[in-house]
């Protein structure tokens, strides 16, 4: 471990975004009864309330993402009234309807491109750990050189060499912040490897792919998954700031990052900022409440969790 | 010590040219070439050929590479594709904004952040460090135009001060009244780099605190504040000076949300025009720029690791 930067190391700090320290992973997995403290359950509800909307948001809105409420009327930046619930943007749209659109691609693109991160980071993670340390060592000094890049920098250099869709941004995200999960895999790898059951397995000949599958993997399996809802509101941010700058999802699909960014004119104009707050605080009650529960389950896995973030 | 600098300072090297070599080749694969660009759909096969060969486009990929990394090196960072205009051109109006915004925002934030966390640290558990924690980490949560959309209501619509875009000129501007003209994107920065620094703060002030020495001192009967000014906080120092730089180092991140967001002109908004007009050139010189203030803050914040703790700089 000698050659690691003292980010790996350091014991007193919680580690920021991109730097993940083993020793803040739970010891333990939960066992026994989980019980959700009220902050939880707020969570828990906020969350289940949005994954609804994700789900059946586009079949109970009152319109199409882009359909006018008012079509015979100039009506920009509408206040909320009967026929538009939360008033117009900047384009006459409805702003319910195109937030209940947005809700699954803003929370789709997060989900699919964590889970991406995860199977990249956790295949290649894991595979560094057991490898020869040579292989080792090349792996995570490519890995600490993505790391060291501010993941939205990377993000505008994809957007700009490759232009921007919804599988571009899935891809990208998830490439971008497996480098996080790898870091955090390894880890956790290299620590379960050298444990006394791993080293009695290997005494008893077993193969490498079974010590993995049957020795590794179950125990690094609690502590990775109590990480995913954290990646989650990374990548959710992540998303939702590319989008925000223009460079996630396109227009005239609905999403909340672009969302806020179309109907920043409100602000000026001084008419109704629905269009601007509403969008924003879908992202902000999602992320707060998808940490909310994090926070909970961490707290009852005995790891320290909550203060990586 | 010396070699673990030395060495922290190579691996800082490496990540750096890793960086250029990912900068360059990722802007690379862009279909089309900087000569059809600037020249535009009417030139002919000659002239842009012509061009190619003056920008060194005919050569090798290696080649071209290291002549842009010698060119960066001594500070020429090409010719903007769309504009037509050298870089540094482009740029020297606009880094001011950037770096008056940055870094009156750590001057003003880091303190207040960091006594904050150290209060939440003195009291444990006690309502204030609840409301503080509880604060901080929605805010850690949320997006920063989320943070910058609840100022612009608070103190535009409700108080009706500032304005919710940044307008206006910079020119002849004292120093106050500079600090009004960007009193909002400073302010939304305080907030989005305070909520990481209040909780790094206070769990290295938390940490030492439960740690056997204070333990001792406690029960050797120290009154507490002796405890927390004398025993405590000299030795979460190292690891404080460690979460300043990295949070510094999010800035560089923050910083490009909310430049879009109040629309002025800086560094960040000229890198997203240059990623929207796919003006490549633009994009690698500055992604080079942000991407080594950033490896930069980080290497600060590692040394400062090595310097605070002993147990990192002799490895088991």
């Not at chain 1, 497996?178 to 880890?187: D, M, N, Q, W």
């Not at chain 1, 629905?274 to 902000?284: F, K, L, N, R, T």
């Not at chain 2, 600037?38 to 080649?63: H, I, K, M, S, Y």
Request: glycine letters at 8%; a neutral charge; charged letters at 15%.
């Amino acid at each position: 471990m000698s050659t690691d930067s003292p980010a790996d190391q350091a014991h007193y700090v919680a580690p920021y975004d991109d730097g993940v320290s083993f020793d803040e992973l739970p010891d333990s997995t939960p066992g026994g009864k989980f019980r959700l403290s009220f902050t939880g359950w707020v969570g828990t509800i906020v969350v289940v309330f949005w994954l609804f909307i994700a789900v059946f948001g586009p079949f109970i809105a009152p319109y199409d993402e882009n359909d006018l409420p008012f079509p015979d009327a100039y009506s920009e930046f509408q206040e909320p009234q009967a026929g538009a619930l939360l008033g117009t943007d900047v384009m006459d749209r409805d702003v319910l309807s195109r937030i209940m659109f947005g809700a699954g691609r803003t929370m789709g693109i997060s989900f699919v491109a964590t889970v991406l991160a995860y199977f990249i980071g956790v295949v290649l993670g894991i595979g560094a750990a057991v490898s020869s340390p040579k292989v080792d060592m090349v792996m995570s000094r490519i890995n600490d050189a993505f790391l060291s890049l501010p993941s939205i920098m990377l993000g505008l250099v994809v957007v700009a060499a490759v232009g921007s869709s919804i599988p571009v941004l899935i891809v990208t995200a998830g490439v971008i912040y497996a480098s996080v999960i790898f870091r955090l895999s390894r880890a956790l790898g290299m620590e379960i490897k050298v444990m006394d059951f791993v080293e009695a397995a290997r005494v008893r000949g077993e193969g490498r792919w079974w010590i993995i599958r049957r020795e590794i993997w179950p125990n690094a399996a609690m502590p990775l998954m109590t990480d995913f809802g954290l990646r989650l509101i990374y990548v959710i941010l992540f998303i939702s700031s590319l989008s925000f700058l223009g460079l996630g999802v396109q227009p005239p699909q609905a999403d909340w990052g672009s969302m806020v960014r179309e109907n920043l004119g409100a602000l000026q104009y001084g008419t109704s900022i629905i269009p601007v707050i509403a969008p924003a605080i879908a992202i902000a009650t999602l992320t707060v409440a998808i940490n909310l529960i994090v926070d909970d389950v961490s707290a009852h896995s005995g790891g320290k969790l909550s203060n990586r973030l | 010590m010396l070699s673990l600098l030395i060495k922290r300072l190579g691996i800082g090297l490496v990540t750096v040219f890793a960086v250029s070599l990912i900068i360059f080749f990722g802007t690379k694969i862009l279909p089309g070439d900087a000569a059809q660009i600037r020249l535009g759909q009417a030139a002919t096969a000659e002239n842009v050929a012509a061009l190619r060969e003056r920008l060194g486009l005919d050569q090798p990929l290696l080649v071209q590479y290291w002549n842009w990394l010698k060119n960066f090196l001594s500070g020429d960072l090409g010719v903007s594709l769309s504009g037509d205009v050298p870089i540094t051109e482009l740029i020297k109006d606009r880094y001011r904004n950037t770096l008056f915004v940055s870094s009156l925002t750590a001057l003003i934030g880091v303190p207040i952040s960091l006594a904050l966390g150290i209060l939440g640290a003195m009291f444990p558990r006690s309502i204030y460090d609840r409301v503080l924690t509880f604060v901080s980490v929605s805010l850690v949560a949320a997006p920063e135009f989320f943070t910058a959309t609840l100022l612009v209501l608070f103190f535009v619509f409700w108080l009706g001060i500032g304005n919710a875009v940044v307008v206006g000129s910079v020119e002849g501007k004292g120093f106050f009244e500079l600090i009004a003209h960007f009193g909002l994107p400073i302010t939304t920065l305080c907030f989005v780099i305070a909520s990481q620094l209040i909780r790094m703060s206070r769990a290295a002030v938390l940490n030492v605190m439960n740690s056997p020495y204070i333990e001792m001192a406690i029960l050797k009967g120290v009154p507490r504040n002796r405890i927390i000014y004398r025993h405590a906080l000299l030795n979460a120092l190292g690891p404080i000076v460690n979460v300043v730089a990295l949070n510094l180092a999010y800035l560089v991140t923050g910083v490009i949300v909310v430049e879009v967001y109040f629309g002025y002109p800086g560094l960040a908004t000229l890198i997203v025009q240059g990623v929207q007009t796919r003006d490549f050139v633009l994009i690698q010189g500055l992604g080079m720029l942000f991407c080594l203030t950033y490896v930069v803050l980080m290497l600060i914040a590692d040394i400062a690791a090595y310097m605070s703790n002993p147990r990192l700089r002799h490895p088991k």
